[in-house]
């Protein structure tokens, strides 16, 4: 990876966006301390983490979720798993009990009848929120995402967003989403990064996508939406500058629109 830095305000939601091995995955763990440059240092607020001794201070300060929640599941049974970080944090039994439940039901496993299956016996959807379950219970200041929708059903990928959201508003945790799919950033991330080859190439806020999708070196494609509200500039030159790129936005605009022509029709 190139040098790069990235200054992230609480409670801002980022999509890192990249082709595969533009170095996302790379990016995340390098940030949450789980894999070691080969050459210079990672910091993180200031604090190197390529040593032990100061990985540990950023615990529950930054979590991050695999883009293969198997390889992060390793107990015996879902509880355990979600618990294991406050059990290293000494955290009573009552306490851990308590903050478990809490963080399945955020985020839509139900306790009693996951609580004792083998995290290694669930399907892949449920392998990744309980993988999120783990990484929320921490209450990170820093929360990566690594494609955390893949595999989910479209009502676990409305929880889930539903619960970024309530975090980003209630606990200004910075959310950094990684994903390959334009229109799932454009909805709720507030700016975009994209890499390539290892290097930071765009820095931009979501609603200027329009500016970067004809680069050469970016192999992002415009989503339906965006080609829609291209075709609609024809007709509506002003859409242009409304840079819509949220559906509701785009309905906001139509609607709008209509009501204007049938107010225009009874004068
Ligand atoms: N531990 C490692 N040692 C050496 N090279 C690695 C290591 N992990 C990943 N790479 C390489 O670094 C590059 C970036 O990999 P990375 O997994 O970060 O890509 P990505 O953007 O997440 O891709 P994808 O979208 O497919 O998940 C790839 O070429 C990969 O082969
Ligand atoms: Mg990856």
Redesign the pocket.
């Given at each position: 990876m190139k040098c790069m830095t990235l200054s992230i305000p609480d409670g801002q939601f980022i999509a890192i966006m990249?082709?595969?091995?533009?170095?996302?995955?790379?990016?995340g763990q390098l940030s949450a301390g789980l894999?070691k440059p080969d050459k210079g240092t990672v910091y993180v607020d200031n604090i190197p983490i390529n040593n032990r001794k100061s990985r540990s201070q950023l615990w529950n300060k930054i979590a991050y979720v695999s883009?293969f929640p198997e390889h992060q599941l390793f107990e015996e049974t879902v509880f355990l798993d979600i618990g294991f970080g406050l059990r290293r944090m000494k955290y009573s039994d009552h306490e851990i009990m308590a903050k478990v439940k809490e963080a399945m039901e955020l985020i839509g496993l139900d306790f009693e009848q996951y609580k004792d299956r083998s995290p290694f016996q669930l399907s892949g959807g449920e392998q990744r929120l309980a993988a999120l379950a783990g990484a929320l219970i921490k209450e990170p200041n820093i929360l990566i995402l690594d494609?955390p929708t893949a595999g989910l059903d479209p009502s676990a990928r409305m929880k889930l967003h539903a619960v970024l959201t309530l975090l980003k508003r209630t606990r200004r945790i910075s959310i950094v989403y990684?994903t390959?799919d334009l229109q799932d950033a454009l909805e709720h991330a507030d700016r975009l990064i994209l890499?390539h080859h290892?290097e930071l190439v765009h820095d931009l806020k979501a609603s200027a996508i329009q500016s970067v999708l004809d680069h050469p070196r970016i192999p992002l494609f415009p989503t339906p939406l965006l080609r829609l509200c291209k075709e609609l500039e024809v007709i509506f030159p002003e859409i242009a500058d409304l840079e819509i790129v949220q559906e509701n936005k785009l309905l906001n605009y139509v609607s709008e629109r209509i009501l204007r022509i049938s107010e225009m029709d009874n004068e």
């Open positions: 990249g082709s595969s091995g533009s170095g996302k995955s790379t990016l894999l883009q494609e990684i390959h890499l290892g």
